[in-house]
């Protein structure tokens, strides 16, 4: 069932875009392949989704993490409107756990996504009107979603994406590719581009950031982008010991070749040490150069190295609220939903609740 939006103006619980009741009592969210069966006051893996009486809601529509403006090849992209500038935006909630990742209090946000379950979140809130009007008074030219995986917040990548393509704004949509095929094409007709991550052909790679996630999946996501006539680029950020096997990188290029297309940009872009692979050295540049080759030998045509760069990362952003109109004050107010399901106290999950 896919559900229809409706314009907000403040922050609230919205439906679930992909959603089915199931025979058990309860509901699929079938945005990403996790595909979560969520009961009645509980939230999907990705924790942005809730099941209030058998209806799922996005938690994160307009909460906005992270901003940041700068050239389309920083997501990184190359062979869409070279040479113009982007506005990137992203929320709480992914539905991976990249040992690697930068972006962990932006991108799994599992605290903030808690106080918004709580009705005590102090995030910033954007309208998808708003949030087009500060792109335009930015005088950007397209909007990237991204720092985490946007399908988590399809409610409002799609409601922003109408409303930015109507005003002549093109869309970039940066993602892992553990989508499913129906978000695919509710994405289709409003977004101009896929920069996607192809992380490794090895499906351990994956099982251990996902345990659900093969690489035949991610794969088969990033086709179907571009059947559905998506632009689509991918990337392969090296992390030393763990995706950095010559033959397998080689691999990649090949099946960007095969399946994507001789012309598919391919980007290559350097580790550097985070989190729980703190531990393991910065790619360096000798194999990053020795990738290159790999994938000219195999007749890709567009291939990138980013020597000096490894992911969209909002390490360095400036913050939110510099962005939004109003006051720090306003601007950080407590969220309580409006939503009638909500009752006068804000969101209450099965886990805060008393009355369950
Ligand atoms: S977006 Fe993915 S992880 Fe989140 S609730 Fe839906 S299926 Fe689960
Ligand atoms: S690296 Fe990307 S896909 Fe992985 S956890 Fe971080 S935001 Fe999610």
Redo the contacts with the bound molecule.
Sequence with gaps: MSQKRKSVSEYQLQPTRLQESLADGTTRCNLCLWKCRIKHGQRGFCQAHVNRQGTLYNLSYGIISAIDIGPIEDKPVRNYRPGTTIMSIGSYG?????G?????DI??GVEALDDLAKGESTAAYASPDELVEIALRYKVDGIAFT???PAVWLEYVLDVSELARARGLYTVYVS?SFVTNEALELMAPHIDVLCS?IKSLDDPFYKD?CKLATVEQVLGSIVKAQQLGIHVETRTNIIPTRNDEPVMLKAIAQWIHDHLGADSPWHITRFFPSYKLAHLPPTSSDLLWQTHKLAEEVGLQNVYVYDDKG?DCAESNVSVSSYLQGNAESIHQVKKCAAPCCGEEGILLKKYETDQ
């Design positions: 992914c539905n991976f756990r990249c690697g990742c930068h972006n962990l991108s799994w720092y985490s995986e892992n991550d950031i992911c």
